[in-house]
């Protein structure tokens, strides 16, 4: 019996791929010793710190929000619900401002950019490919 390769599925490794790069090679940009912490970044076994996830940013050319979406949608889920639980804490003014914040969307404000470049509307286009893919299934 053949031994099934694992192959992750999250977005990690998605965009790696997409990207033509090898383990090895992130890991060598990153200035890491072996992949294996890639690797496990890529299974979701671990998060990488705050200057790891901005480097691979730089290499992926890509956002937290598309290399980490299931954890950026915790990290929403869990302001939304304390700026519930505290909501007496905030005006109401404040409150929307914060709701808008936390639900924008980083490529609406690209694209009102005077400064787009070729690469920030392909960019764009992907990520609206994406979100129009996503409400099809909805």
Known sequence: MEKQKYIPINALWRIRQA??????????????????????????????????????MLIYNSDLKEMFPDLFDDCRREIEENLKKYSWLFSIRDREKLDEHI????????FNSPHLTENDKTIIRRH???????????
Not at 30 to 46: F, M, P, Q, V
Not at 128 to 138: E, F, G, H, P, S
């Open 128 to 138: 609206i490919t994406k979100l129009a893919n996503k409400l099809a299934y909805l």
């Open 103 to 110: 639900n924008s969307c980083s490529y609406e404000e690209m």
């Open 19 to 56: 990207n033509g790069l090898e383990l090895k090679q992130v890991a060598k940009l990153l200035g890491h010793r072996s992949s294996d912490s890639i690797s496990h970044y890529e299974k979701s076994n671990s998060h990488p710190n705050l200057k790891t996830a901005v480097k691979l």
